[in-house]
């Protein structure tokens, strides 16, 4: 099984600094990485997918990049609504894992 | 727009069994693979489980294989996650996911990654 190795593990940060989550994949998964936001609550939130392809309807502060076995999300200037927890996925085979998440908190 | 309702969970006795349900609105059900994951409160995600469009092929995570059995009814727009003997470790918030796939040449195919999520139906395994 592929094993995601998230960093950091919880993120403390004002508004309007710029944000930056690692995602580490235990072998080349080469773009076959999504990136979801998840709130207490609320249906989670589909970001990026194929590492860098923004979804529809999210705000371009967010921005995905990587390939092969390091991948970064990145929130140019952090807003109140993107205090959250988010997790990276791969989906190069089954199983299908998850990163174990980056609590995103208000500093 | 895309609309997915989880059903069916609840508190259990370790050993017994629960029927997930996840009723899908606002696309073409039966022309998407479907997945099941869930979330150990406090704790990360876990992909549970994937069905293609039309049940052909289903696959499990190696924690749940043999114990639950994903299925759909494509006429009643409906996904299920049957669990049997279940676990105290199986506690978890359990969500329906519409996956991001697509149709060509009469078939359909998953890409294994969700764009739509329920809100999730929390099961809780304890004696």
């Known amino acids: 099984d592929i094993q995601m190795t998230q960093s950091p593990s919880t993120l403390s940060a004002s508004v309007g600094d710029r944000v930056t989550i690692t995602c580490r994949a235990s072998q080349s998964i080469s773009a076959w990485l999504a990136w979801y936001q998840l709130k207490p609550g609320k249906a989670p939130k589909l970001l990026i997918s194929k590492a860098s392809t923004l979804e529809g309807g999210v705000p371009s502060r967010f921005s995905g990049s990587g390939s092969g076995t390091d991948f970064t999300l990145t929130i140019s200037s952090l807003q109140p609504d993107d205090f959250a927890t988010y997790y990276c996925q791969h989906y190069n085979n089954y199983p299908l894992t998850f990163g174990g998440g980056t609590k995103v908190e208000i500093k | 727009q895309v609309q997915l309702v989880e059903s069916g969970g609840g508190v259990v006795q370790p050993g017994r069994s629960l029927r997930l349900s996840c009723a899908g609105s606002?696309?073409?059900?039966?022309?998407?693979?479907m997945h099941w994951v869930r979330q150990v409160p406090g704790t990360g995600l876990e992909w549970v489980a994937v069905?293609?469009?039309?049940?052909?092929?289903?696959y499990y995570a190696d924690s749940v294989k043999g114990r639950f059995t994903i299925s759909r009814d494509n006429s009643k727009n409906t996904l299920f996650l049957q669990m049997n003997s279940l676990r105290v470790e199986d506690t978890a918030i359990y969500y329906c996911?519409?996956?991001?796939?697509?149709?060509?040449?009469?078939?359909?195919?998953?890409?294994?990654?969700?764009?739509?999520w329920g809100q999730g139906t929390l099961v809780t395994v304890s004696s």
């Open positions: 069905i293609l469009y039309d049940g052909s092929e289903k």
């Open positions: 606002g696309f073409t059900f039966s022309t998407y693979g």
């Open positions: 996911a519409k996956d991001r796939g697509f149709c060509s040449g009469g078939t359909c195919y998953v890409r294994n990654w969700f764009d739509s």
